[in-house]
């Protein structure tokens, strides 16, 4: 199993950023996604998920409304927009299979730094 994350970045307070997660290895259309987050000093926690058909998402309560998740199963691959981010979503993220679980082995991760 392979999760590849990228689009992270240096973005000022109130600004976006895309995550993308692109996965092989396993069935990935078959597959629900999490996306987690590790800030420094901290535990890695659960950001968002996603159902395999994208039919039903759910996201921690210190990102919602301003994140969304999505996939397209075509790509193998799943997304994090992030919006209006704020210090404190400064992190590590990472995707993994699951419904706000992870199944494998952790990929490399993508940092997000939200600083002005």
């Known amino acids: 199993v392979q999760l590849v994350e990228s689009g992270g970045g240096l973005v000022q307070p109130g600004g976006s950023l895309r995550l993308s997660c692109t996965t092989s290895?396993?069935?990935?259309?078959?597959?629900?996604m999490s996306w987690f987050r590790q800030a420094p000093g901290k535990e890695r926690e659960w950001v968002a998920a996603?159902?395999?058909?994208?039919?039903?998402?759910t996201y921690a309560h210190s990102v919602k409304g301003r994140f969304t998740i999505s996939r397209d199963n075509a790509k193998n691959s799943v997304y994090l927009q992030m919006n209006s981010l704020k210090p404190e979503d400064t992190a590590v993220y990472y995707c993994?299979?699951?419904?706000?679980?992870?199944?494998?082995?952790w990929g490399q991760g993508t940092q997000v730094t939200v600083s002005s």
């Open positions: 290895g396993f069935s990935f259309s078959d597959s629900d």
């Open positions: 996603i159902t395999e058909t994208a039919l039903s998402t």
């Open positions: 993994n299979s699951g419904w706000t679980i992870s199944h494998y082995s």
